[in-house]
């Protein structure tokens, strides 16, 4: 794979289906910067509220009716005023937006935004005063919000805290986000702008030890684990805790008590189960209640009441824990008052989605124009069928659909659902010939299968062989559409599928965005929310400090997604081997980047939120055009390639990934026959701070191997450094194979097959040393760093948390990571040389065990082996490993030696060795020379294992 292809796709995500300049961007070659800016803000204009079929591109500019919403003609002034006179006469008005009094009354107060002010040195501290707090959850939303907006809000919108009253939490209570992954630290009774939990301490606390008269209204979830079928309203039920459950250590299980044994119905909602199991368990209360209806659907959540059955002992342990009972009482009462304006007929992933476009509405306003916030609320008014079936095709590959494959137990009429859908311009349909469109007509051959292929090239008398791909199939029939066959080929699809329906492209668009701005990337979609449903990923606990916005303005937006499109284009093009596509990519991306870099400057020097530069314009486009670079080393067009790098390195005056870029510019000018330059190339980059790691080491090599004499006489003071013998060991070893670019195999001491690091691994058990150890590369360094730094990583520091499903702060991987948090990391380092390394990781194994952190393997790597490890280690070492990590993290984050080994002296000391393990046709790589270098400089015993064939 290319180098930057990989984090190209990261950064591009789930492709999109519509791209909504992709014919415009395919029909320029090589635009000016100023043309090309401007065609595509006059594309994306002609994206419209309702979903008719687009005009033609010399049709004159439209106006929309004051009265009815219609689209006219511009320039035809007496149709207009006709119009305006029929509709007027006729009392036709569109539907207002204006809420009413009744509605009103079920808001929250206006919102209001302030700045976190800088300190004396122009940073912006730390915020340890909970009411200064902004939590970013999507726990409680409302899809109606008012904002208090002063006229630079769009340009300048800047929110730090609001402060809103607990009665007044919207009505979705029963996110199945609520639990205790995610229990931000709001401890003061205001939320946050997203709404967060409230405050841990009760406004009435528990005057007396009776809480028996409290019925708590919520309901059974999980019912596919109980296997009673049939139950009647007023059952009796009991609560018992399931300490055991390895999703979630406080589930509660809802027990049937009416037949002669207990019989398990489901649990609590987690959300509800977070409060009640710790009072179940510290104060030993016990819960009944019984079943309050039966829903029609067998499917749907069963509604239950319960109480609690005993009288709170107010002795010397209850007197003890007052606050804390009075808080899980507080959460548990709160929880369950939230949920009642719930609608808990709502499936999981109906909720999901209408959770995403109320919170993206709402913090995103000034992002979306009025046709398009009014398109997307009316998503949320929607019935739940359409709801529904507007998800699931969502979902699926698509892009066309039959009508007639189109059914789910959940919705109860598709039929409905569509027609509601077609209304409101979230799909699109087809019944007759000529409403298919000429780009949809690939789409809707994909829905015929095989033989249905087959069957249509037999009627236009073509010919295939046995065997022939069904994407050559349908190319086939799609060339037979061009030479005039495609009435007929249309008229064959659609005898076959019926009528057909489609994710209208300006939904997607829409939804494509939300989903962005949701999520802050492309690799998380609406499916992270049913990984966290089902208790396979959780999310760890953190303050969301917003005093800046990632997109500014909407043209900030447009301008990144534009980069979006043309990073998708670029990848889609590498697949299909398009090599003048590629070219073009890299030309528009190098066109666009010298305009946007400029933006980019004013914007970092404007503000001290440096890493929000990865949401930019620019650094997108800096992708592509990398990704570019090596396509054209690919192609020894060494000429081109410098003349990117170049202009990259004149763009980016600070970015890490400078040392890269000069490495390749220096590398490619030698392929050019130009050593002299080369070699300059590399000296300048050695004076350039952000040239780091392995870039740096190979740098200083190429200056040591070209600056030879003639060409230089004086040896670089850094030549004894960089030259350092590292110890090596020769092992040999019985491979199994000897082909060029494969990975070895080798026989083991057993005479399995092993590949050469358990080789290695069985060398060091044995004659070796007598070592345990465990093949690694970096995983137990960045498990061992996050685990032990989880404190200082989720710390409450502005703008590194916008969403509730980030595993890392935006700024880990930029110099600003150690800076914002250096007296928190030094203070910990302290605490690491002082040998508290193995306290501070079984404190925070304990607490955080199984919730998602980047970098942190729980299933790779066991407590007793990290706890070896670190006491091994040694402090000192760790700590300077710990810092180097911590400093830059995105360049010392790979490259780390292969294995960790570690023996005990006694029961209290140990040492560790680390080792890179290579086998016949292998060599060190730069970075991993750079590593091994800085782990001797910070007192490391390391050492590189060659495993050789037998002479």
């Known amino acids: 794979m290319l180098k930057g292809r990989e984090s190209l796709i990261r950064l591009i995500g789930k492709r999109r289906r519509f791209l909504p300049h992709r014919h415009f961007f395919l029909s320029v070659s090589a635009p000016t910067p100023q043309n090309f800016s401007n065609q595509c803000k006059e594309n994306e204009s002609e994206m419209k509220y309702s979903v008719e079929k687009s005009q033609d591109s010399d049709s004159v500019e439209s106006v929309n009716c004051p009265v009815c919403g219609a689209q ?44 976190i002010q800088p300190d004396d040195n122009g940073n912006q501290d730390i915020l340890t005063d909970p009411s200064k707090r902004c939590c970013d959850t999507i726990r409680h939303l409302n899809a109606s919000h008012d904002f208090e907006e002063d006229d630079n809000y769009q340009n300048n919108a800047s929110i730090d805290s609001v402060t809103l009253q607990s009665d007044q939490l919207a009505s979705c209570m029963d996110s199945p986000l609520i639990d205790d992954s995610t229990n931000y630290k709001c401890v003061s009774l205001s939320l946050s702008l997203e709404n967060e939990m409230p405050n841990y301490v009760m406004e009435k606390p528990v005057e007396d030890c009776d809480i028996s008269k409290v019925f708590l209204h919520t309901f059974i979830v999980g019912r596919k684990f109980s296997s009673v079928e049939e139950l009647d309203p007023g059952s009796t039920i009991r609560l018992s805790r399931e300490p ?45 209640g019984n079943i309050t209806s039966i829903p029609k659907d067998s499917r749907a959540i069963i509604p239950i009441q319960i109480e609690c059955k ?179 080929v249309v008229s064959f699809v659609l005898s076959k599928t019926g009528s057909c329906v489609r994710i209208s492209t300006l939904a997607e668009s829409l939804i494509w965005r939300a989903e962005r701005l949701f999520f802050l990337n492309g690799e998380q979609d609406l499916s992270s929310f049913l990984l966290v449903d089902l208790g396979i990923v959780k999310y760890p606990s953190y303050n969301c400090i917003l005093s800046e916005q990632i997109f500014p ?169 960089v030259n350092r013998k590292i110890p090596e060991v020769h092992v040999q070893g019985r491979p199994l194979n000897s082909k060029l670019g494969a990975k070895s195999i080798f026989y083991g001491e057993d005479g399995e097959q092993c590949s050469v690091e358990q080789l290695a691994l069985q060398y060091y058990a044995g004659e070796g040393g007598d070592w345990q150890g465990v093949h690694t590369e970096s995983g137990i360094w960045l498990t061992i760093f996050g685990i032990l730094m989880w404190d200082i990583i989720f710390a409450d520091v502005p703008n590194v948390f916008c969403t509730k499903f980030q595993t890392a702060p935006l700024d880990l991987g ?20 002082d040998d508290m390394a193995e306290e501070i990781l079984i404190t925070s194994w304990e607490s955080h065990t199984g919730t998602a952190c980047r970098g942190v393997s729980w299933d790779k790597h066991s407590l007793s082996e990290l706890r070896a490890a670190v006491t091994c280690i040694g402090g000192s070492c760790l700590a300077s490993l710990c810092r180097h990590l911590a400093q830059d993290y995105r360049s010392w984050s790979s490259g780390m030696p292969d294995l960790l080994l570690w023996r005990f002296h006694d029961n209290y000391r140990g040492e560790a060795k680390l080792v890179e393990v290579k086998g016949p046709k292998d060599r060190l790589t730069e970075q991993q020379r750079a590593w091994l270098l800085v782990l001797m400089d910070c007192g490391f015993n390391v050492e590189v294992c060659k495993v050789t064939p037998p002479i």
């Open 72 to 115: 006219l003609p511009g320039q035809d002034n007496s149709l207009i005023n006709s119009h305006l006179d029929e509709c007027l006469s006729r009392g036709k008005k569109r539907k207002l937006s204006q809420r009413t009094f009744m509605q009103l009354d079920f808001l929250r107060p206006k919102v209001k935004f302030h700045s």
């Open 244 to 288: 055991e459950n390895v999703k979630d250590p406080n589930a509660v299980k809802v027990l049937y008590t009416d037949s002669a044994y207990d019989t398990a119905l489901g649990y609590l909602p987690r959300e509800l189960a977070q409060y009640l199991s710790p009072l179940m368990e510290m104060f030993n209360l016990s819960f009944e």
């Open 310 to 488: 005993d009288e709170l002992s107010c002795d010397e342990k209850y007197c003890k824990n007052i606050q804390v009972f009075n808080s899980l009482w507080g959460h548990a009462l709160r929880v369950v008052e939230l949920a009642k304006t719930s609608p808990l007929g709502m499936t999981r992933y109906q909720h999901n989605l209408v959770l995403l476009i109320q919170d993206v509405l709402k913090r995103n306003s000034h992002l979306f124009t009025t046709g398009e916030k009014s398109f997307l609320e009316a998503f949320v008014s929607l019935s739940d069928d359409s709801q529904r079936l507007f998800a699931r095709l969502y979902t699926r590959k698509g892009p066309w659909f039959r009508m007639s494959n189109i059914s789910y137990p959940e919705i109860s009429d598709c039929n409905q659902a569509i027609m509601r859908l077609s209304e409101t311009g979230y799909i699109c349909s087809f019944m007759l010939r000529d409403e298919l469109e000429d780009d949809d007509l690939e789409g809707v051959l994909n829905l015929l299968n095989i033989d249905e292929l087959r069957e249509a090239l037999r009627m236009l008398n073509k010919k295939c062989k046995h065997g022939t791909r069904k994407q050559d199939i349908i190319d086939l029939l799609l060339s037979s559409c061009k030479d005039g066959s495609r009435s007929r």
């Open 553 to 721: 303005t909407r043209s900030d937006l447009l301008s990144y997604e534009e980069a979006i499109e043309i990073a998708q284009i670029m990848d889609e093009s590498l697949d299909d081997n398009n090599t003048e596509l590629v070219l073009k990519c890299i030309d528009i991306s190098d066109s666009r980047l010298s305009i946007s870099v400029e933006e980019s400057r004013s914007l970092a020097c404007g503000s001290s939120v440096t890493f929000l530069s990865c949401f930019s314009v620019s650094w997108v486009y800096s992708k592509v055009v990398l990704l570019g670079v090596s396509f054209l080393e690919r192609e020894k067009r060494y000429s081109d390639a410098i003349n990117l790098l170049k202009r990259l390195l004149h763009n980016f005056l600070s970015d890490g990934r400078r040392g890269y870029w000069t490495l390749r510019l220096s590398v490619d000018l030698e392929h050019l026959g130009c050593p002299d330059e080369s070699l300059r190339v590399a000296e300048d980059g050695l004076h350039d701070p952000w040239v780091r790691a392995g870039s740096r080491v190979a740098l200083q090599r190429r200056v040591l191997r070209l600056g030879r004499p003639p060409r230089r006489w004086k040896i670089p003071n850094y030549s004894k450094s």
């Open 814 to 833: 930029f110099d600003g990571f150690y800076e914002s948090r250096k007296s928190l990391i030094e203070s910990l380092l302290d605490k690491i040389r």
